[in-house]
């Protein structure tokens, strides 16, 4: 597959969550928190889908979300309630407008569900960039990592939490990373956009650990980009002593 290279100049800046004295910051912070020790299904995939696609290297992370049949099936269940409505009330003028509302926004998700591209999911490890679906119709974001607003938000009737990024636009909705394990899914972020870091855990990145080795060797293993409260050693004893031969760390 080809080497996936996001375009800086689409970055765009999301606005912060505006702050309210009841509630505590949810957003997240540039660090390693936990190890994420599995890379599996659980880990990668978007909350309930089953159709995920993953592909991953030392450059970039990409998560490709099929559409799922949610869209079209609520759509013509509310355009079938719609004209349910205009017979039990005659079609009368009341019922034809109440039932005419119904099928207006039973055939909008119906539209939404056709017209619809893929869900891509993007970390562009070697430029620091990032990019995730925007809601409706709008284009996806691409932004910064370092300045992207990512929040762990309570939902459901248990409150579990879910990773989201923010999005923009009128009556956009933040986009759902991740529901399983967002915390570790989130310390896997953190450790594959540092760059300067040895690639995650996870057979996955297997193939690429010693190119990405060399790479960092080459520059000299410059310090990492974000904190980390746990260990993040090199594949090797040996490549973990020549780390901090050359780069002090």
């Known amino acids: 597959m080809e080497k996936i290279r996001l375009d800086p100049s689409k970055k765009v800046i999301i606005p912060k969550l505006p702050k ?3 509630v505590d910051d949810p957003e997240m912070k540039l660090c ?3 190890m ?3 890379f599996n299904d659980q880990i990668i995939k978007n909350d309930s889908t089953l159709e995920d696609e993953v592909v991953v290297t030392d450059n970039y992370f990409l998560r490709t979300s099929k559409n799922n049949m949610s869209e079209i ?9 719609g004209i349910f409505i205009m017979s039990l009330m005659e079609f009368n003028i009341g019922g ?3 039932g005419s509302c119904f099928i207006f926004f039973g055939g909008l998700l119906i539209v939404l569900f056709l017209t619809k591209k893929d869900k891509e999911f993007i970390l562009d490890r070697d430029q620091g960039l990032m990019q995730y679906p925007n809601s409706w119709w709008y284009p996806s974001i691409v932004t910064s990592f ?3 607003r990512i929040v762990l938000l309570n939902e459901g009737k248990y409150q579990y939490p879910v990773l989201k990024a923010l999005t923009k636009g009128f009556l956009a909705f933040p986009y759902r990373i991740v529901d399983f394990h967002p915390l570790n899914f989130w310390s896997f972020m953190v450790w594959y956009m540092d760059k300067n870091r040895p690639l995650p855990p ?7 650990r010693q190119r990405d080795y060399e790479r960092r060797k080459a520059a000299g293993f410059p310090k990492p980009l974000y904190p980390s409260e746990i260990s993040t050693p090199e594949a090797t004893p040996e490549q973990q002593a020549e780390r901090e031969r050359i780069g002090g760390w």
Not at 75 to 80: C, F, T
Not at 202 to 208: I, Q, R, S, V
């Open 20 to 22: 309210r004295k009841w």
């Open 32 to 34: 390693i928190s936990l």
């Open 36 to 38: 994420p020790d599995f």
């Open 146 to 148: 370092n300045d992207a």
């Open 96 to 98: 034809v407008v109440i």
């Open 73 to 81: 099936i609520i759509g013509g269940v509310i355009s079938l309630i």
């Open 202 to 208: 996870g057979d996955a990145f297997d193939p690429y």
